[in-house]
């Protein structure tokens, strides 16, 4: 963490209402993230473009997750990146959920045995895949979702679609739970990221990361209430995300481009010619600067909040 952090409300209108204008901090910020996904490119296209695959399961399979998170990673900050263009940085927030769940997963499938990780990675890849079969079956023929003029035949197929994912599952459900058993997670079928992050040394990543982005994914009276914005001696108050879009901007360009970062570095020994060709100490220097200019999760416009003057 670091840097001074600015007041988000510095200009506002003559109802006290603020007025959302362009911070110099924040462009130079946002090029600097765009210079670093630019010093990378060649690096994913190592990891991501033409690359030659034998069939599955020949292959490594969490060489090949490792692959595609890097990519998604990248792909997740070129969307952060036109979100906060068109000033949508608050839905732009959800995406650092899956950065950081992912940069746990993949430490977590690098601590692994490569055999247990294979296993694990094939076996988890088929039960995901049943899971989202016998979804799709129950959602469509579900009393919601299926009208009474329907055919009563294509239902019963649906219900008897649901009852073979179940028996289908059984399989890759005990031996994920045999290898929990093995390796430490217990008799479920997979661990949570929590245990994945204590397991790696990553809880602070959790804790702050996962806090930070996993507030745009729920049901957050934190995000709901800070809509609120106006002045209280007035009584007249605005609702609408614009009036923190400024902070979520700042967040979205520098958390995601932290996670990004991050998940780099942690694939690195796995693809050792990711780095040919690129000007490795230029990109530290812009991550490095990046991370600087990480601000906080509770604002001091929070902190510093008056109600209503009892004058």
């Given amino acids: 963490m670091g ?43 190592k990891i991501s473009d033409k690359i030659e695959l034998t069939p599955i399961p020949g292959y490594n399979l969490q060489e090949l997750v490792l692959r595609c998170i890097v990519r998604k990673s990248y792909e997740s900050m070129m969307a952060i990146l036109d979100l906060v263009r068109l ?22 499938i690098k601590s692994l045995p490569s055999e247990d990780a294979e296993t694990y990675l094939n076996q988890k890849s088929i039960l995901e895949i049943l899971q989202g079969q016998e979804a799709q ?17 294509d239902n019963k197929r649906l219900e008897e679609q649901k009852e073979l994912m179940k028996k289908m599952m059984e399989v890759p459900k005990q031996k994920l739970k045999e290898l929990g058993n093995k ?43 800070r809509m609120v914005w106006g002045n209280p001696e007035t009584g007249q108050f605005s609702i609408t995300n614009m009036n923190y879009e400024r902070y979520y901007r700042k967040v979205v ?40 200019f990480t601000p906080p999760i509770v604002t001091k416009e929070e902190l510093n909040w008056r109600g209503p003057s009892n004058k």
């Fill in 3 to 45: 840097g001074e952090y600015e007041s988000l409300f510095e200009n506002k209108d003559s109802r006290g209402f603020s007025l959302i204008v362009e911070d110099l901090s924040i462009t130079t910020v946002q090029q600097e993230v765009r210079d670093m996904l630019k010093l990378v490119e060649s690096a994913l296209a």
């Fill in 87 to 108: 000033r949508h940085s608050l839905p732009a927030m959800s995406l650092l959920r899956s950065m950081c769940e992912e940069l746990i997963f993949t430490k977590f």
């Fill in 137 to 153: 079956a129950a959602f469509f023929s579900s009393k919601w979702h299926v009208p009474s003029t329907t055919n009563h035949t």
């Fill in 183 to 225: 390796l430490g997670w217990g008799k479920r079928e997979s661990p949570n990221v929590k245990y994945m992050a204590e397991k790696t040394g990553s809880l602070e990543i959790y804790d702050f990361y996962y806090h930070a982005a996993s507030s745009s994914v729920h049901a957050s009276l934190h995000n709901l209430l």
């Fill in 253 to 292: 360009i520098a958390y995601g481009a932290t996670l990004f970062a991050e998940i780099m570095e942690a694939v690195k020994d796995s693809f050792l010619n990711m780095w040919e060709g690129v000007d490795y100490e230029a990109y530290q220097e812009k991550v490095a600067f990046i991370i600087n």
